[in-house]
């Protein structure tokens, strides 16, 4: 079964914000940092967003997080045709013993 | 330049056993915590395991526990995952991932390039 929802796909055009969902539950999301991954075709995941809302050196400030209860959100304004990726949201789960991700969201600038 | 690649992938058939490595290269390994994390063809993430940076301290998913075992050695840089029984639903890339250590947390800032395991007859 899924443990942390995400939408599959969310588009945007360039310029534009667009938001993509993560909803988890009190074992993970709910009682844990959540953090972003972003997945450009063919190639490794590269962390996006750490402890809800951090950036790692070198991630634009375009890209954004916020956690709320038991879901997260990610931001990302003045869209660009290089963000067209998938972005995963991942956070551990305490009943699992173990980490979770989202299904992933396939962003697609239009 | 800190470097993670992954080898030992390819064709087994179900109910085989393949050994999987990680060169990590560019970082003291032995601080560092690592994960194997795969993705089927065409699907999302999943998390395989982890292994703290002493040994001491490994979690496994329940898709794969009591199957896989991973391992390192610190003297040999080298992370590990040992699969055995394979099934179908075991054929993805295969990617180390170094830990950065969060507690409970999932920061992980360099990824190998992935190693392809296919179970098939």
């Known amino acids: 079964q899924t443990v942390v929802t995400q939408p599959p796909s969310a588009s945007g055009t360039p310029g534009q914000r667009v938001t993509i969902s993560c909803t988890g539950s009190s074992s993970n999301i709910g009682s844990k940092y959540v953090y972003w991954y972003q997945q450009l075709p063919g190639t490794a995941p590269k962390l996006l967003i750490y402890?809800?809302?951090q950036r790692p050196s070198g991630v634009p400030d375009r890209f954004s997080g916020s956690k709320s209860g038991t879901s997260a959100s990610l931001a990302i304004s003045g869209l660009r045709s290089e963000d067209e990726a998938d972005y995963y949201c991942a956070a551990w789960d305490d009943s699992l013993s173990g980490v979770v991700f989202g299904g992933g969201t396939k962003l697609t600038v239009l | 330049e800190v470097q993670l690649v992954e080898s030992g992938g390819g064709l087994v058939q179900p109910g085989g056993s393949l050994r999987l490595s990680c060169a990590a290269s560019?970082?003291?390994?032995?601080?560092?915590?690592m994960n194997w994390v795969r993705q089927a063809p065409g699907k999302g993430l999943e998390w395989v395991s982890y292994i703290s940076s002493s040994s001491s301290l490994i979690y496994y998913a329940d898709s794969v526990k009591g199957r896989f075992t991973i391992s390192r050695d610190n003297a040999k840089n080298s992370l590990y995952l040992q699969m055995n029984s394979l099934r179908d639903e075991d054929t993805a890339v295969y990617y180390c991932?170094?830990?950065?250590?969060?507690?409970?947390?999932?920061?992980?800032?360099?990824w190998g390039q992935g190693t392809l395991v296919t179970v098939s007859s």
């Open positions: 560019g970082f003291t390994f032995s601080s560092y915590s």
């Open positions: 991932a170094r830990d950065l250590g969060d507690s409970y947390g999932v920061r992980w800032d360099y």
């Open positions: 402890r809800n809302n």
